[in-house]
Structure formats: structure tokens, C-alpha cells
């Protein structure tokens, strides 16, 4: 159980265009999903809270406007990566919190790697 | 804001030696410890978790760590590594806000390399 995907696991894009990565819970229900970015052989960096229903949280120095999460339903979480530069490649992490494990434990997925040419 | 310190970023052992990593954290309230780990090309997995309750915590792998509440630290200990232990382990806290656990802040990380 708590298995958690992501899609696409690899996307290269063009400068400037857009690109959605979806996070899903495959067998639990999550209210709140988080985002992470993982440079190269640095650690994960928390982006942002995305609760169902309502707008994300976002730590101090993510931009919002560039980083758009929509958390449509208990299993479903995207992110929006826009007008993509190179500097955005990077490694991409959902996690999502099990409502049903008293909130405490997150799961990861296996990540998204972005790479903007 | 919390923060996480691991002291070793690249850990060089041969196999049956005895394995510490180093994690402390800043943050004067109640907190969550975890470590996790990340094999080569794979995506990261819970290696063991502290909440409450005993400060010794077994985690999956013959793993272990100390919750030393006065040192604010989670060390991560394993009596006899074995190469397949070669991988990257995070050191991670959060704390308990509203409806849950917050997201997590990871340390830099150690690279553990497992010399046959």
C-alpha cells in the first residue's frame, strides 16, 4: 500500500514553453501533497503544500506565478512548471500524507526529471 | 525556521564495518525525525521514523537511530554495513501543525560507499 506515481518520470521541453507533472496517491486518499526539488547531488528542497480544494502554500523564495499547483482531488496533484528555463531542470518529488495514518507519514514518489534545452 | 545538519557528506567504509551518521536539527519545539535512503537511480525510501515514545528507533535493514533530545540529534547507526547499504541517506524533520504533519526539511545528505 501507499504507493505514489508521478508522470512523466523524464520530460525535456524548449525554453519558454510549459510543462505539467502529475502526482497521484494509487491507493489512499491525501488531502495534502508537498512538492520538492532535488538539484543535482543536493538534497530536497521543500517547494511547496498543496491541499485539496484550496491554494498552495509555498516556501519563501518559490515562485508561485512560475511554479503553479493545482490539487484537484484526494489523489491528485499537478504541478505547472511555466515559461520553463534552463535553470528549472531539475529533479521534481511529490510526496503525499495519508489521511488515514493520522497524518503523520508522507510517501514519496519516484520523482520527474525536467530538463529544459 | 528548522534546519538540518548531517556532518558527513561522503562516508567511505568496507563491508561489516559499523556504520554512524550524524544528523542534528534546529528547532526548539516538538519535532518528527526521519532518515530515508536513496539507491542509485531509485526514488527515496523511509529507512525508520521517530514520533514518541522510545528514542531507540529499528528501522527496516538492520537500522537503527537515537533521538537524544538534549543534543537535538538522530544519529543513524547500523552495527555491520553490507555493500548493497551503498546509497544516499537524508536525514529529514518536521513538525506537527493543524491538520498534520508538515512538509519535510531534509539535510544535505551523506554518500555512503560500501567497499567489498
Known amino acids: 500500500g501507499a504507493v505514489v506515481s508521478q508522470h512523466p518520470s523524464r520530460v525535456i521541453c524548449k525554453s519558454g514553453t510549459s510543462v505539467k507533472i502529475e502526482c497521484r496517491s494509487l491507493?489512499?486518499?491525501?488531502?495534502?501533497m508537498f512538492w520538492y526539488r532535488q538539484f543535482p547531488k543536493k538534497s530536497l528542497m521543500l517547494m511547496a503544500t498543496?491541499?485539496?480544494?484550496?491554494?498552495?502554500?509555498?516556501e519563501q523564495g518559490v515562485e508561485k506565478d512560475k511554479f503553479l499547483i493545482n490539487h484537484a482531488s484526494l489523489t491528485l496533484s499537478t504541478l505547472t512548471v511555466t515559461s520553463a528555463h534552463p535553470e528549472d531542470s531539475s529533479f521534481y518529488i511529490c510526496?503525499?500524507?495519508?489521511?488515514?495514518?493520522?497524518?503523520?507519514?508522507?510517501?514519496f514518489g519516484p520523482g520527474t526529471r525536467l530538463t529544459v534545452t | 525556521a528548522q534546519s538540518v545538519s548531517q556532518h558527513n557528506h561522503h562516508v567511505i567504509l568496507s563491508e561489516a564495518a559499523s556504520l554512524e551518521l550524524g544528523c542534528n536539527y534546529s528547532y526548539g519545539g516538538t519535532v518528527n525525525l526521519f532518515w530515508y535512503v536513496q539507491y542509485p537511480g531509485q526514488h527515496l525510501q523511509l529507512l525508520l521514523k521517530y514520533f514518541s515514545g522510545d528514542p531507540l528507533v529499528k528501522g527496516i535493514k538492520g537500522f537503527e537511530a537515537e533521538f537524544i533530545k538534549s543534543k537535538f540529534s538522530f544519529n543513524l547507526r547500523k552495527p555491520s554495513v553490507q555493500w548493497s547499504d551503498t546509497a544516499e541517506y537524508f536525514c529529514?524533520?518536521?513538525?506537527?501543525?493543524?491538520?498534520?504533519?508538515?512538509?519535510?526539511?531534509f539535510g544535505k545528505g551523506t554518500h555512503l560507499i560500501i567497499q567489498p
Open positions: 491507493d489512499f486518499q491525501a488531502t495534502t
Open positions: 498543496s491541499n485539496e480544494g484550496s491554494k498552495a502554500t509555498y
Open positions: 510526496s503525499a500524507r495519508d489521511l488515514g495514518q493520522g497524518a503523520y507519514e508522507q510517501y
Open positions: 529529514a524533520v518536521n513538525k506537527w501543525s493543524g491538520g498534520g504533519a508538515d512538509g519535510l526539511t
